[in-house]
C-alpha cells in the first residue's frame, strides 16, 4: 500500500528457539509476499545434504569466516555447537535501500545485537506451542543426536523467557497459520505513518 | 492467536476527514474477524430515514446528552453542524474488560483525546485517495448542501496534516483491500509482546 512513498525497505528479525521451524515459516512467508527478501547466513558449519552454498547458507572456511569479521562485514555472529554463523551485512543494507524488506533468520543474541545497531528493525520471536512439541520436532528432523537435541532443549528454555524483549510473539502451531500471522505483523508496520513521510502532503496535492 | 492470554481487549481509534468512508470499513471489518465489537455513539442530530436507536446511534435529546456528559458518562464528544456527537464510556470498558476488541469510528480531535486517557489504545487514520476522490464522495452521499460540502472539505484539509500523529496511516482506495489491511493491523497489535504477558511461562510449563 502506497509502497513507493517507503524510502528504505523493512528489516524485520525473526528468532526463536533451535527446532521451531524458523526456516519453514520464512520460505512460507516468502511465497506469500513478494517484496520480501530473506539474508543468507554465512557459516562454518559443512553441508547438510541438498543444502546449496547461497542458497541455505554460504558456506565458508574458518578462516575466511574471521577475515570477513575483521573486515567488518558481518552484522552479528554467534558460534554454536561449534560453528559460526553470521549475518553479511551489506545485502542488507543494499536490499533495504531498495526499499526491498528483509526477514533475517537469525538466532536470539543476534536479535539483540541487530536491534542495537538498526533500532528501527522489527523483531519476532517465534514460539513453539510447547516444550514437549519443540522435542518431537527437534527429535523429527532425525539429524542430531539425543544430547544434541538435549542441549537445545536447554537452551531454548533459557530463550523462550527472553520472549518479552521481542515487539513482537507469534505461536508456531501450524506453518500456514504462522506465516499468516507474520504477514500481517509486515503489511501493519508498512502502514505506521513514521514509515510513510510526507503521504499526508502527496494526496493533499493529487 | 492465544488469544485467552490477553488480559484486556485493544481499543482501536479509526479516524479520517468525513466521507472518507469508516463506517463502510468498520462494517467490512466486523465480517472479516468476529472478536470485534464497534461503539455506538450517542448523538442529538434527528434520525437519517432507516436509522434505528442504538444500531446507528443513540439518539437523545440535548438535554439528556448534556445530563450524561455532567454525570462523566461520555468519553469524548464534539459539536459538528449543531449536533452533539459522543462516546459513551460504560460499554467501552465493559467490552474490553471482557477481551473483547473494540473499534471507534470517532472524529480526529476525539481520537487525540481517546489516546490521551487511554494510551495504549491503538489509532488509524483513514486517508481519501486525493482530495479530489473525497469530494466525489461527498457528493455521491447526496444528503448535504453544497455549501455543507465545501466545509466538510475545507475541515478535511486540516485534518489530513495529522495522519502522522496517528500510529497507523491507511489510504482506502476500495473498502475490501481496505479492511483487509486494518485487519492486519488489529491481528499484528494483538501479536505484540506486551500484550501477552506470561505466555513464555505458559510454553515452559505446558
Redesign the interface.
Known amino acids: 500500500?502506497?509502497i513507493g512513498l517507503r524510502a528504505k525497505g523493512i528489516l524485520f528479525c525473526l528468532s526463536g528457539p533451535s527446532g521451531v521451524g524458523k526456516g519453514t515459516v520464512i520460505r512460507a512467508l516468502r511465497q506469500l509476499d513478494g517484496n520480501l527478501d530473506h539474508s543468507v547466513s554465512v557459516t562454518t558449519r559443512p553441508p547438510r545434504p541438498g543444502e546449496r552454498d547461497g542458497v541455505e547458507y554460504y558456506f565458508r572456511s574458518r578462516q575466511d569466516f574471521e577475515a570477513m569479521l575483521a573486515a567488518g562485514e558481518i552484522l552479528e555472529h554467534d558460534e554454536y555447537c561449534g560453528h559460526y554463523y553470521g549475518t553479511p551485512l551489506g545485502p542488507l543494507q543494499e536490499k533495504t535501500a531498495q526499499g526491498r524488506d528483509i526477514i533475517l533468520d537469525i538466532t536470539v543474541p543476534g536479535s539483540l545485537v541487530t536491534l542495537e545497531r538498526f533500532p528501527e528493525a522489527v523483531s519476532i520471536?517465534l514460539?513453539?506451542?510447547?516444550?514437549s512439541e519443540l522435542r518431537r520436532r527437534l527429535e523429527g528432523r532425525g539429524t542430531e543426536t539425543a544430547a544434541v537435541i538435549q542441549a537445545r532443549l536447554d537452551v531454548a528454555?533459557k530463550e523462550?523467557?527472553e520472549?518479552?524483549?521481542?515487539?513482537?510473539?507469534?505461536?508456531n502451531h501450524e506453518v500456514g497459520?504462522c506465516a499468516e500471522?507474520i504477514?500481517?505483523?509486515m503489511?501493519?508496520?508498512r502502514?505506521?505513518?513514521?514509515r510513510?513521510?510526507g503521504?499526508?502532503e502527496l494526496?493533499?496535492n493529487?
Chains 1, 2 share one sequence.
Do not use: C, G, H, K
Not at 514460539?127 to 516444550?131: D, F, G, R, T
Not at 520472549?163 to 505461536?171: G, I, L, M
Not at 502502514?191 to 513514521?194: C, F, G, P, Q, V
Open positions: 500500500m502506497e520471536f514460539l513453539p506451542p510447547s516444550l528454555r523462550i523467557l520472549a518479552p524483549r521481542f515487539t513482537y510473539n507469534v505461536v497459520r500471522q504477514r500481517a505483523i503489511e501493519a508496520e502502514s505506521r505513518s513514521e510513510l513521510t503521504i499526508a494526496i493533499m493529487r
